[in-house]
């Protein structure tokens, strides 16, 4: 019983022990206003996409799978987000499966 007790106790506390802790979130900014999607979530990607040395956006859409471009014109401590476009492929909107 006392060995059952003692894993237990192990246990709960290696459990609590990994219990992720969060951030406060906060809003993204492109072209004066807040980006927001109308359905679902989005999937990010920082990157420097265009090659000029500082880190731009890349959304990829719950909704149809399509990826939007922000590119940035600030700099990485503080972006200015320009939304460019969807990425394109094959003379059509670049498309990943999502859901
Ligand atoms: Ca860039």
Redesign the pocket.
Known sequence: MKLNLLLLFVLTVAVLAQVPTYENYWYVYADGARIDLPVGHASPLVT?????????LLLGRYLNGNIMLY??SGTNDSPILSYTGLLQAGGGNLSVPSG
């Open positions: 420097d996409w265009d090659n000029d040395g500082d880190k731009d590119t940035n």
